[in-house]
């Protein structure tokens, strides 16, 4: 079983596949197409194999799946794709719109890093919405991780003032930063996103920082939207693909390095405190390609 294995789009296998012919390139490029990667990814992939096929004379069906993992990789080698908190303390932000699973990645991922020894401190940032902190306390406990929270409706620039204080005086490792999916309007967000910004420089200036947009998988094409919307002003570092359980369209992972230059770091594949991995673009479009 994959990494992935909760994931499965398998393209390749859903095509009857007797020899390479126009055909074949033509049925690949319409899955392609539905398995989210956007048109012209899946147009320029498949021009690529053809030439691949005519030059290296591919004829099997596992050489035409081995040049088209290749393929498919090369899309997704945008940036470093591991975290990079390697300062003492290191900040990760999580930034998207409601609704997309930040709380609970930052949950996983507290547990994650927890594990690997690093000692651990939530910010509950999002002091916007009703019990966001109270939800983030809960992953908390889970995790075995300390939070610092304030009321509802506090500053969430003061919440992190304070999370970057006990960081220092605990002399833990990173603080994984909750922070509003929805304000009044995006203006608002954005400009609070930047005030957090700010706090960071100010009173962490030397440290490592991640800012991960977390997106969606199942809102295919949105998603999208909502990434370069983010990516203008939130200076993104990564993203964290949620709910890839729920869809077999996980080629806007694809469409999202493509786009936006921005690397894929972790997917979310479930409910659950375990259900996150590191992304693998191997491993990946060998899941995808099937
Ligand atoms: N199936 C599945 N569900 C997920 C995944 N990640 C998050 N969820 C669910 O998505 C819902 C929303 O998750 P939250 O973590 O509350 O999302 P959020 O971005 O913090 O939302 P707001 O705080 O409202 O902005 C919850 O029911 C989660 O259990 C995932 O990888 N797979
Ligand atoms: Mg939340």
Not at 155 to 174: E, H, M, T, W
């Amino acid at each position: 079983m994959g990494i992935f294995s909760k994931f499965k789009s398998a393209i390749l296998s859903s095509l009857s596949f007797s020899k390479i012919d126009e055909e074949l390139f033509e049925e690949l490029e319409e899955s392609l197409i539905l398995s989210d990667v956007g048109v012209n990814v899946a147009s320029a992939a498949v021009e690529q194999l053809r030439t691949r096929v005519r030059k290296e004379k591919l004829e099997t069906e596992e050489q035409l799946k081995a040049a088209l993992r290749e393929i498919l990789a090369a899309y997704l080698q945008v940036g470093e794709p591991t975290l990079a908190v390697n300062t003492r303390p290191s900040v990760v932000l999580f930034i998207g719109v409601n609704g997309v699973g930040k709380t609970t990645s930052i949950g996983k991922i507290a547990h994650r890093m927890k594990s690997e020894g690093k000692k651990v401190i939530l910010c509950a940032g999002d002091t916007f919405r009703a019990a966001a902190a109270d939800q983030l306390e809960i992953w908390s406990n889970r995790a075995g991780v300390d939070i610092v929270r304030q009321h509802e409706g506090a500053d969430p620039g003061a919440v992190l003032f304070d999370a970057l204080a006990a960081a220092k005086a605990r002399n833990c490792d990173v603080v994984l930063c909750d922070t509003a999916g929805r304000l009044h309007n995006k203006q608002n967000l954005m400009n609070e996103l930047a005030k957090m910004r700010k706090i960071i420089d100010r009173e962490a200036p030397d440290s490592d920082r991640e800012t991960l947009l977390v997106l969606d998988a199942t809102t295919g094409q949105n998603g999208l939207i909502q990434a370069r919307q983010f990516k203008e002003t939130a200076g993104l570092t990564g993203i964290i693909l949620t709910k890839l359980d729920g869809t077999a369209k996980g080629g806007i992972v694809i469409a999202i390095a493509q786009e936006l230059g921005v690397p894929v770091k972790f997917v979310g594949l479930g409910e659950g405190i375990d259900d996150l991995k590191p992304f693998d673009a191997q491993e990946f479009v060998a899941d995808m390609i099937g």
